[in-house]
């Protein structure tokens, strides 16, 4: 394990995941710098720990060949890559997004033996025929075929503040009635965005491990979409909802039109995913972080951070 003070370019560094990634890391002594397509702007969604960090300017979408990342690696020890997209929009496309740059900067980042943090996702696999999910897939294909001392992490679904999605599951989890489409009965293992960020830390400061090149991170508990929705509601005081079982024809028309209009975290992508078991195997955060995993949905929700608020303002 590397203990010394690293420089970590954190790629979507004001993100839900990468700047509780930032955070983590500047908690360990590390330095961090922030990438975004728009670093002036920002500013505006990153907590105020993180407003002195440095920031540098970061289009994934454009930096297709290795040699254009020579700037943005510049005096950088570990890469940390929390980019993804749920749709497409003009250049900003699935291949461009989640294939191209990542293996531009896996090869960028073998040349320069700088470590690589790679945010996949849980529950990617060869039949799928969602476009998102396929890209996710070989992405982490992409990297694994460079020389790169690279991990790729796959978080189960994500709790905390200020997330997209997760912003979402608690607003319906306060609605008495939740619409639940009738084939979402996988399992998912929700884990605290806190503790994944932990777990990209500790995995910036290691090097050459051959057996952390895939980590699968999940949460203590296992649950439906429906039991995961009650969990959260439980957490705001009120009494358990009623379920409203939604024709899977009916979800899949209503993720469709969402995907279409970018309405919306659900999608189709989402709802794949909802049908079958996404639980690590093995869970490896409890080894990562030192501890048990966080309990989510048991205490009450922490009030959004006024930096989450400001990113939806803006
Ligand atoms: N949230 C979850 O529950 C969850 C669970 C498992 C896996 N994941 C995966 O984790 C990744 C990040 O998720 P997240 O929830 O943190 O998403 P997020 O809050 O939307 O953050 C993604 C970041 O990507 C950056 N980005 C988007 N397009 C870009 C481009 N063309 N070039 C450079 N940067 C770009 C954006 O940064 P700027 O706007 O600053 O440019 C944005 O802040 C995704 O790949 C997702 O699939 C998420």
Avoid at 46 to 71: K, M
Avoid at 119 to 145: Q, W
Avoid at 270 to 290: H, S, T, V, W, Y
Wanted: aromatic share 4%; net charge positive.
């Amino acid at each position: 394990m590397n203990n010394h003070p690293l420089k970590v370019l954190i790629l979507g560094g004001a993100g839900f995941i990468g700047r509780h990634a930032a955070l983590a890391l500047q908690a360990r002594g590390h330095a961090v710098v922030i990438a975004s397509r728009d670093p002036s702007r920002a500013g505006r969604r990153l907590p105020v720990e993180l407003f002195l960090c440095e920031r540098r300017e970061a289009h994934l979408d454009w930096l297709t060949a290795p040699s254009a990342w020579n700037g943005l690696l510049r005096g950088i020890d570990c890469v940390v890559n929390a980019v993804g997209i749920l749709r497409e929009r003009g250049f900003e496309t699935f291949e461009r997004v989640h294939i191209r740059g990542p293996r531009a900067l896996a090869e960028a980042c073998a040349r320069r033996s700088i470590r690589l943090v790679h945010v996949s996702a849980l529950g990617l696999t060869d039949n799928s025929r969602n476009r998102f999910l396929r890209s996710k897939l070989l992405g982490e294909r992409v990297i694994a075929g460079t020389r790169a001392d690279y991990s790729i992490v796959r978080p189960s679904l994500l709790e905390g503040a200020g997330g997209f999605g997760a912003e979402w599951l608690r607003r319906v989890a306060r609605w008495p009635l939740h619409p639940l489409p009738m084939d979402a009965r996988g399992r998912v293992a929700a884990l605290d965005v806190r503790d994944l960020a932990e777990a990209i830390a500790a995995l910036c400061q290691q090097r050459n491990r051959p057996e952390l090149r895939e980590v699968e991170l999940g949460g203590g508990v296992r649950r439906t979409l429906a039991e995961h929705l009650e969990a959260l509601r439980a957490a705001t005081g009120n009494r358990p909802a009623l379920r409203l079982p939604v024709p899977a024809p009916l979800a899949w028309l209503g993720a469709q039109v969402c995907d279409l209009l970018h309405l919306t975290p659900v999608s189709a992508s989402q709802l794949e995913l909802l049908r079958r078991d996404n639980l690590p195997r093995p869970n490896l955060l409890p080894a990562l972080i030192g501890r048990a995993p966080t309990p989510v949905g048991r205490e009450p929700f922490a009030a959004e951070p006024s930096y989450a608020q400001r990113a939806k303002a803006a």
